[in-house]
């Protein structure tokens, strides 16, 4: 099931895209995918809705609607770093013991085509396409993958947006080049955990003005999803409308040679998973 947020901006309603593609209206079984509905079992919900034929058909196209992030305001969003064998390769990294983490702040979530803010003083920002696993019950002192999996609400593609400079070179730890304004698009919509049977055999590709910088597999991931939610809990409790960002293949301006495609005002980058869909966005100049 395919689960999104259509219309204007702090008025968007829940949708399903059926495999149609109609915009299915959800909002009669709750307002939003977030803390408060996931615990509720939201996503039951609607999929007996949808299979019972008891959610009406929207009267407009999905192409024609915008699309808001999935999670209107994710807990938090907690990121993995150097998570990808290449990626740790081409920044010059020594492949990690354990699974690099750091926080972003939960504002800096934004719609799937949803324009970027180039911050001001910025001559390094950078894209990184990610698979995001969304949290939908609590997780705390796990013991195995299995259960671990178990607390997957869905996936989705996320755009983690860095600023290279604000990051490794301006002192302190990796947040102040990682939450600026509108620096994690999410979208372009929740595809429950039950369509994702191997969250392990996804292809991810990223293209810059149509010129591609990533493509890779989560195949290639360090520490796969399982691994990750299960290490997470042992030192945080990830609570349902949680967001993780599970690291970045190889192919980010920072790992390419100087000088370095770092991103630009008027840049158009469109990022996607299999089956996850599609996401673009456009970079200004804050």
Known sequence: ?????????????????????????????????????????????LATAKAEGA?????VRADRVRVGAPVARPGKVVCIGLNYRDHAEETGAE?????????????????????????RGSVKTDYEVELAVVIGRTARYLDSDEEALACVAGYAVSHDVSEREFQLE???QWDKGKSCETFNPLGP?????????????????????GVERQHGSTADM???????????????VLHP?????????????????????YLRDGDVVECGIDGL??????????
């Open 1 to 45: 099931m395919r689960v999104l947020r259509v219309g204007e901006a702090g008025a968007e309603r829940l949708a399903v895209l059926d495999e149609g593609g109609r915009l299915l209206d959800a909002s009669g079984v709750a307002d939003a995918i977030d803390h408060h509905s996931l615990s509720g079992g939201v996503l039951d919900r």
């Open 55 to 59: 959610l009406p058909a929207l009267d």
């Open 95 to 119: 492949l990690p013991a354990e699974p690099v983490v750091f926080m972003k702040d939960p504002w800096t979530v934004s719609g799937p085509f949803e324009d970027v803010l180039i911050p």
């Open 170 to 172: 301006r002192g302190g």
């Open 189 to 209: 919509w929740l595809v429950t955990a039950d369509e994702v049977p191997d969250p392990q055999k996804l292809t991810l590709r990223l293209t810059v003005n």
């Open 222 to 236: 360090v520490f796969p999803v399982a691994g990750i939610i299960r290490y997470l809990s042992q030192f945080m």
């Open 241 to 261: 409308g949680d967001v993780i960002n599970t690291g970045t293949p190889a192919g980010v301006a920072l790992g390419r040679p100087d000088p370095k495609p």
């Open 277 to 286: 869909g599609t996401m673009r966005q456009t970079f200004r100049q804050a």
